[in-house]
């Protein structure tokens, strides 16, 4: 970073931490103010300017605090007692700054802290917010519920262990979350079934990850389903591999003549003389395609409708390429010789192929179950 950077870098926190609050007092924002002047006697305390802003703005600031308190206080808006807690700790940070700080304390000895009146503050914003999802709880919806959680917890928030909010939140959680089953990727052949049991584990271990425990969109397998005693899910996952092909081996073999004109140099610069190599080149290349689709549907459990039908190809080629020559090296290209450092290798294992197929497959199919889940979490 360059000096002209970093000066601009710096330059807000020098502009603040010089600032005696004069302007931001003149403006009517007392927090700010009182926060900048303390700042500047900190480095600075026989700062003429700071110190009268302490000493004038400080009981400003105390007088609209209060005002603020009894505005919302008085009033009858949701979560009041949110508001005030929120003022009262803006005070005590006020007083804590002034506390920290020697200069300041000498022009403000006593200043104003709020500690029974704030643990009172917490009292009423925690039981508002209690009572909230008490009310949202009764009225026995899903959307109604969740709202109840997010009350239940902020009240656990606001007094961790106040009353019973805890078990609260799981009522409400319980009812507020959609269950989804997905059931194992069914393939029509044994030789295949590890693959697609791996496939299916990558599968709802994505959807857990994106979706864990916490939110409103939980995932169990038909064994968990069973074992948790689930009989009434939301929606059910569907997957089928069919119409695919795994192993189809392709070779080639291409065989070429050879020939490379090459200026060489000699002592008599007066002579261009030029010397031909020539190599007989066989190139062979093994591939193996293997391909195949998924059909995949997500079913409404209680009226067993359609919602999501999809088909989802994925293919993969594994291709292996060598050389073999005979004659002049210097016939080759760079990328020909290249060819002949490689060997003929064993076709992979039918299993893998069937993996490396699915990879686009499982991209697709998870980016598509997102789209649709994630409106419900």
């Keep these: 970073m360059n000096n002209r950077n970093l000066l601009l870098l710096l330059l807000p926190l020098l502009i603040f931490s010089c600032s005696s609050g004069k302007k931001a007092l003149q403006k009517g924002n ?30 400003i600031a105390l007088e609209w605090s209060q005002e603020e308190l009894d505005m919302a206080l008085s009033s009858n808006q949701a979560f009041k ?48 917010r209690y009572q909230a999802g008490i009310h949202f709880l009764e009225q026995n919806t899903r959307e109604a519920a969740r709202t109840a959680f997010n009350h239940f917890q902020k009240a656990e928030q606001l007094i961790p262990g106040y009353k019973n909010a805890l078990q609260e939140m799981e009522t409400a959680k319980d009812l507020a979350t959609y269950i989804v089953i997905v059931e194992a990727a069914t393939v029509q052949s044994r030789t295949y079934q590890l693959s697609s049991e791996f496939f299916y584990k990558q599968v709802f271990e994505y959807l857990n990850n994106k979706y864990p ?16 005693n689930i009989e009434h899910p939301d929606f059910i996952v569907q997957m089928e591999f069919y119409d695919f092909s795994v192993g189809n081996l392709v070779r080639n073999e291409k065989e070429e003549e050879l020939n490379k004109r090459v200026k060489v140099e000699t002592a008599d610069t007066t002579r261009v003389t030029y010397k031909t190599y020539k190599a007989k080149l066989k190139t062979f290349s093994d591939k193996v395609i293997s391909g195949g689709r998924l059909n995949y549907r997500i079913v409404d459990f209680n009226t067993n ?20 020559y005979i004659g002049d090296k210097q016939a080759l ?45």
Aim: net charge neutral; hydrophobic share 35%.
């Design 305 to 324: 409708g359609l919602l999501r039908e999809k088909l989802i190809p994925g293919s993969f080629t594994w291709e292996n390429r060598y050389a073999i």
């Design 30 to 59: 007392y927090y700010q103010a009182i926060t900048q002047a303390v700042e500047r006697l900190k480095s600075d305390p026989d700062n003429s300017k700071a110190t009268t802003v302490v000493k004038e703005g400080y009981p």
């Design 81 to 128: 007692w949110e508001r005030a807690i929120n003022i009262m700790h803006q005070v005590n940070h006020l007083s804590e700054q002034i506390r920290s700080t020697p200069a300041a304390r000498k022009i403000i000895t006593d200043p104003k802290t709020y500690t029974s009146e704030l643990n009172m503050a917490y009292e009423k914003a925690a039981e508002e």
């Design 213 to 228: 425990e916490r939110s409103f969109v939980n995932f169990y397998s038909p064994q968990q389903a069973e074992k948790f």
């Design 333 to 377: 290209t760079e990328e020909q010789f290249a060819l002949t450092k490689n060997k003929a290798l064993p076709l992979p294992p039918q299993q893998d192929l069937f993996v490396e197929f699915t990879r686009p497959i499982y991209e697709k199919l998870t980016d598509d179950l997102n789209q649709f889940f994630r409106r419900y979490r």
